[in-house]
C-alpha cells in the first residue's frame, strides 16, 4: 500500500538583540548561570516588561523576506503553564495577532522542481529558562539567563511531503534567517530548534491522519533521520490495525528511535489571555517601508544577479548563495579577480572542503578572500600552474605569509625559461626512446606521457604549454 | 455548558491551587453561578465591535535594544529558599 507523509514544522530562533525580549539583560550565549537574570526576568513582583524595539524589526525583517502579511496591529497574550524555569507562570507570546501573517518560502527539490511551502504565521514570544535535573541535593538546579530571551516561531502549513523536503525547507528558512542576520540560528547551540508534526495517510485520501509531534530535534541530521523514524512507526502501527495517539514525543538521537513524553494527567490547557502589562502594537506603512529599506539581497535575489551578471551556472550560483559569507567571500574574489568561473570553482571545491576538513566558517579560515585572489591572479599570470596553484593552497593554510613570499620560499614559480626546459625535454626524449618513436608512427597519444615525465621531472614547476610546444616540435 | 465536580478538580490542578474535598462542592457551586454570568453576558449582541484588548487608547511604547541590567546573581540568589553553585533550587521536577 502507498502512504504520503504530512508534515509541518514548528521553528523556533532565538533573535540575535542585545538585550531580552521586555528587559534590559544581556543574553550573551554560555554565561554563568544566572550572571544575565534580572528582577523582571526572575518574575519579582512589580516589575513590568518593556519591549524591544529591535524584536520587532526583526520579526517584520523576516515577514517581508518570506512575503508575508505583515499585521499592522499584533497583541501579545498570556499562556499559562507551571514549569520552575518559568517564573511568572506563564509565557508571553501571540496567539490571535501574530506580527507576522501568512506568507512562504520556496524549496528547490532533488528533480530540479520548485515547490512552494506555505507559512501560516510567525509570532513573537519569550524563551523559558533550563532546568538541570542532575542531583543538586536531591533538588532540580534553575538557571534563567535564557528566561527572556527573544524567539521568533515560525509555523509552516503541512505542505511537507518527505523527510529530505522538511529538511530543504528548514536550509532555506536557516539560509535566509542568516541573510537578514536576526539570529545565529545554530541548532547544535539551541539558537534554531526544531519541532515536527507528522502524519501518515493513504495516497489519494484527504483527510490528514492522527499527528504527533517530535521535540528535541536538534540537528539537520537528525530532522531527517527522527520523520523516516517516526514515518515508518506509524505505518507499521497503522497496518497492524492499531491507532496513532495524538501525541507529543521525543527524539533520542543515541538510540535513533522517538517515545513518548511522560503524558500528564490533564492534557495542557494554556487558558491564553490577552497580556495586561503590555498594549497592542501598532505600526504602520511608513514603519514597514522603512524595514524593507533595510533588507540585504536575500539568497534567491543573489543566485539570479551571479548567473546574469558573473556568469555562472545555476548549480555553482546555488551551491554559492546558500551561505551569505560564503557568497560574499566568492564576490569579492571575483571582483579582485575578474575570473568569476575560477573563483566560483576555488570557493565551491578547495575552501568548502577545507571548511569541512576543519569545520569552520569561512570567516575562521586562515585564507581571506585577498589571500585567495592573489594566488588566482598567480595563476592566470603565469606565475604558478593550477597544480602547483593547489599546493600553494595547502602551505596557505598553516602560513600566513603572503602568497608571493610562499611561491617564492618554496621555490614553486613555473619555470618558462626557455634554456631550462629546453634541456629538460632532451633529457626525457633521451630517456624514453621506445615512446618517441610510437610518437614518430602517428601514436599522437603518447604525448602525454612526455610531457607528464617533464613535469614530474621538474616536480610540477615547468610551464606545460610551453613543454608541449617544445617536445613536438623536436619529434618532429 | 454545565461544570461537575471533576471540572473544578482540574482547573484548581492546572492553577495549581490546593482544594479540599469539603471545598469542591462550594466551589462548584461559586464557579457554575460565574458561568451562568458569563452565559448571560455573551447573550449580547457584539457584532461589529471590535474586541478591546486593553482599556487604554494608547500603543506599546518601544524600548531601544540596550543592556542596562548588571550582573545581581548573589543578591538575587540570596533571596531564595535554596542557591547553590549559582543556580537557584527547586523541588525535583521530572517531567
Given at each position: 500500500m502507498a502512504w504520503e507523509t504530512v508534515i509541518g514544522l514548528e521553528v523556533h530562533v532565538q533573535l540575535s538583540?542585545?538585550?531580552?525580549l521586555f528587559s534590559g539583560s544581556d543574553i550573551k550565549f554560555?554565561?554563568?548561570?544566572?550572571?544575565?537574570?534580572n528582577i523582571f526576568d526572575l518574575a519579582l513582583p512589580g516589575t513590568l516588561p518593556v519591549f524591544n524595539e529591535s524584536v520587532l524589526k526583526m520579526a517584520v525583517k523576516f515577514g517581508l523576506a518570506i512575503n508575508a502579511k505583515i499585521n499592522k496591529k499584533s497583541v501579545f497574550d498570556r499562556k499559562n503553564y507551571f514549569y520552575p524555569d518559568l517564573p511568572k507562570g506563564y509565557q508571553v507570546s501571540q496567539l490571535d495577532h501574530p506580527t507576522v501573517g501568512p506568507g512562504s518560502l520556496k524549496i528547490k527539490l532533488d528533480n530540479g522542481a520548485e515547490k512552494k511551502i506555505n507559512i501560516n504565521r510567525a509570532h513573537i514570544e519569550e524563551d523559558a529558562g533550563k532546568s538541570l535535573h542532575e542531583d543538586y541535593q536531591g533538588m532540580s538546579g534553575i538557571d534563567?539567563?535564557?528566561?527572556g530571551t527573544p524567539l521568533l516561531e515560525i509555523v509552516s502549513e503541512p505542505d511537507l511531503r518527505s523527510a529530505e523536503e522538511a529538511v530543504l525547507f528548514l536550509k532555506k528558512l536557516h539560509s535566509v534567517i542568516r541573510y537578514l542576520d536576526i539570529s545565529d540560528a545554530i541548532m547544535a547551540e539551541g539558537s534554531m530548534r526544531c519541532d515536527a508534526n507528522i502524519s501518515v495517510r493513504k495516497v489519494g485520501e484527504i483527510e490528514l491522519g492522527t499527528r504527533t509531534e517530535i521535540k528535541n530535534i536538534n540537528s539537520f541530521r537528525f530532522v531527517e533521520r527522527a520523520i523516516n523514524h517516526e514515518v515508518r512507526r506509524q505505518i507499521e502501527l497503522i497496518e497492524d490495525g492499531a491507532d496513532i495517539a495524538q501525541e507529543t514525543r521525543l527524539y533520542d538521537s543515541e538510540l535513533d528511535e522517538t517515545r513518548p513524553m511522560r503524558?500528564?494527567?490533564?492534557?495542557?490547557?494554556?487558558?491564553?489571555?490577552?497580556?495586561?502589562?503590555l498594549l497592542p502594537i501598532i505600526i504602520d506603512d511608513t514603519y514597514i517601508d522603512a524595514v524593507r529599506d533595510e533588507l540585504p539581497e536575500l539568497p534567491e535575489e543573489k543566485k539570479q544577479r551571479f548567473i546574469s551578471q558573473l556568469k555562472l551556472n545555476e548549480y555553482d550560483a546555488g551551491v554559492l548563495v546558500t551561505n551569505r559569507e560564503i557568497a560574499d567571500f566568492f564576490e569579492e574574489i571575483a571582483i579582485a579577480t575578474q575570473d568569476s568561473k575560477a573563483a566560483a570553482n576555488w570557493v565551491s571545491q578547495d575552501m568548502m572542503a577545507l571548511l569541512n576538513k576543519n569545520n569552520c566558517t569561512i570567516l575562521e579560515t586562515p585564507i581571506s578572500a585577498e589571500r585567495l585572489s592573489s594566488l588566482i591572479m598567480r595563476i592566470k599570470d603565469g606565475t604558478i600552474s593550477g597544480k602547483i596553484a593547489k599546493r600553494v593552497f595547502e602551505f596557505m593554510v598553516s602560513d600566513s605569509s603572503s602568497v608571493d613570499s610562499i611561491i617564492k620560499e618554496k621555490g614553486l614559480e613555473q619555470v618558462s625559461d626557455t634554456n631550462v626546459i629546453d634541456q629538460l625535454v632532451d633529457d626525457v626524449i633521451a630517456k624514453n626512446q621506445s615512446q618517441v618513436e610510437q610518437y614518430r608512427a602517428?601514436?599522437?597519444?603518447?604525448i602525454g606521457f612526455l610531457v607528464g615525465q617533464c613535469m614530474q621531472q621538474s616536480k610540477g614547476k615547468a610551464n606545460p604549454s610551453q613543454v608541449n610546444a617544445l617536445l613536438r616540435e623536436k619529434m618532429r | 455548558m454545565a461544570l461537575d465536580e471533576k471540572n473544578i478538580k482540574d482547573i484548581a490542578h492546572l492553577a495549581r491551587l490546593k482544594i479540599e474535598e469539603n471545598e469542591v462542592a462550594e466551589s462548584l457551586a461559586d464557579f457554575s453561578s460565574i458561568l451562568s454570568m458569563i452565559n448571560e453576558m455573551q447573550t449580547v449582541n457584539t457584532e461589529n465591535i471590535v474586541p478591546l484588548s486593553n482599556p487604554h487608547e494608547q500603543t506599546q511604547k518601544l524600548r531601544k535594544d540596550v543592556v542596562t541590567e548588571s550582573n545581581d546573581r548573589e543578591k538575587l540568589l540570596n533571596l531564595a529558599p535554596r542557591a547553590t553553585d549559582g543556580l537557584f533550587l527547586v523541588p525535583r521536577v521530572i517531567d
Amino acid at each position: 500500500m502507498a502512504w504520503e507523509t504530512v508534515i509541518g514544522l514548528e521553528v523556533h530562533v532565538q533573535l540575535s538583540t542585545k538585550s531580552k525580549l521586555f528587559s534590559g539583560s544581556d543574553i550573551k550565549f554560555g554565561a554563568e548561570p544566572n550572571t544575565q537574570a534580572n528582577i523582571f526576568d526572575l518574575a519579582l513582583p512589580g516589575t513590568l516588561p518593556v519591549f524591544n524595539e529591535s524584536v520587532l524589526k526583526m520579526a517584520v525583517k523576516f515577514g517581508l523576506a518570506i512575503n508575508a502579511k505583515i499585521n499592522k496591529k499584533s497583541v501579545f497574550d498570556r499562556k499559562n503553564y507551571f514549569y520552575p524555569d518559568l517564573p511568572k507562570g506563564y509565557q508571553v507570546s501571540q496567539l490571535d495577532h501574530p506580527t507576522v501573517g501568512p506568507g512562504s518560502l520556496k524549496i528547490k527539490l532533488d528533480n530540479g522542481a520548485e515547490k512552494k511551502i506555505n507559512i501560516n504565521r510567525a509570532h513573537i514570544e519569550e524563551d523559558a529558562g533550563k532546568s538541570l535535573h542532575e542531583d543538586y541535593q536531591g533538588m532540580s538546579g534553575i538557571d534563567l539567563n535564557r528566561a527572556g530571551t527573544p524567539l521568533l516561531e515560525i509555523v509552516s502549513e503541512p505542505d511537507l511531503r518527505s523527510a529530505e523536503e522538511a529538511v530543504l525547507f528548514l536550509k532555506k528558512l536557516h539560509s535566509v534567517i542568516r541573510y537578514l542576520d536576526i539570529s545565529d540560528a545554530i541548532m547544535a547551540e539551541g539558537s534554531m530548534r526544531c519541532d515536527a508534526n507528522i502524519s501518515v495517510r493513504k495516497v489519494g485520501e484527504i483527510e490528514l491522519g492522527t499527528r504527533t509531534e517530535i521535540k528535541n530535534i536538534n540537528s539537520f541530521r537528525f530532522v531527517e533521520r527522527a520523520i523516516n523514524h517516526e514515518v515508518r512507526r506509524q505505518i507499521e502501527l497503522i497496518e497492524d490495525g492499531a491507532d496513532i495517539a495524538q501525541e507529543t514525543r521525543l527524539y533520542d538521537s543515541e538510540l535513533d528511535e522517538t517515545r513518548p513524553m511522560r503524558s500528564k494527567e490533564i492534557a495542557n490547557d494554556y487558558r491564553y489571555f490577552p497580556e495586561p502589562d503590555l498594549l497592542p502594537i501598532i505600526i504602520d506603512d511608513t514603519y514597514i517601508d522603512a524595514v524593507r529599506d533595510e533588507l540585504p539581497e536575500l539568497p534567491e535575489e543573489k543566485k539570479q544577479r551571479f548567473i546574469s551578471q558573473l556568469k555562472l551556472n545555476e548549480y555553482d550560483a546555488g551551491v554559492l548563495v546558500t551561505n551569505r559569507e560564503i557568497a560574499d567571500f566568492f564576490e569579492e574574489i571575483a571582483i579582485a579577480t575578474q575570473d568569476s568561473k575560477a573563483a566560483a570553482n576555488w570557493v565551491s571545491q578547495d575552501m568548502m572542503a577545507l571548511l569541512n576538513k576543519n569545520n569552520c566558517t569561512i570567516l575562521e579560515t586562515p585564507i581571506s578572500a585577498e589571500r585567495l585572489s592573489s594566488l588566482i591572479m598567480r595563476i592566470k599570470d603565469g606565475t604558478i600552474s593550477g597544480k602547483i596553484a593547489k599546493r600553494v593552497f595547502e602551505f596557505m593554510v598553516s602560513d600566513s605569509s603572503s602568497v608571493d613570499s610562499i611561491i617564492k620560499e618554496k621555490g614553486l614559480e613555473q619555470v618558462s625559461d626557455t634554456n631550462v626546459i629546453d634541456q629538460l625535454v632532451d633529457d626525457v626524449i633521451a630517456k624514453n626512446q621506445s615512446q618517441v618513436e610510437q610518437y614518430r608512427a602517428g601514436k599522437e597519444q603518447v604525448i602525454g606521457f612526455l610531457v607528464g615525465q617533464c613535469m614530474q621531472q621538474s616536480k610540477g614547476k615547468a610551464n606545460p604549454s610551453q613543454v608541449n610546444a617544445l617536445l613536438r616540435e623536436k619529434m618532429r | 455548558m454545565a461544570l461537575d465536580e471533576k471540572n473544578i478538580k482540574d482547573i484548581a490542578h492546572l492553577a495549581r491551587l490546593k482544594i479540599e474535598e469539603n471545598e469542591v462542592a462550594e466551589s462548584l457551586a461559586d464557579f457554575s453561578s460565574i458561568l451562568s454570568m458569563i452565559n448571560e453576558m455573551q447573550t449580547v449582541n457584539t457584532e461589529n465591535i471590535v474586541p478591546l484588548s486593553n482599556p487604554h487608547e494608547q500603543t506599546q511604547k518601544l524600548r531601544k535594544d540596550v543592556v542596562t541590567e548588571s550582573n545581581d546573581r548573589e543578591k538575587l540568589l540570596n533571596l531564595a529558599p535554596r542557591a547553590t553553585d549559582g543556580l537557584f533550587l527547586v523541588p525535583r521536577v521530572i517531567d
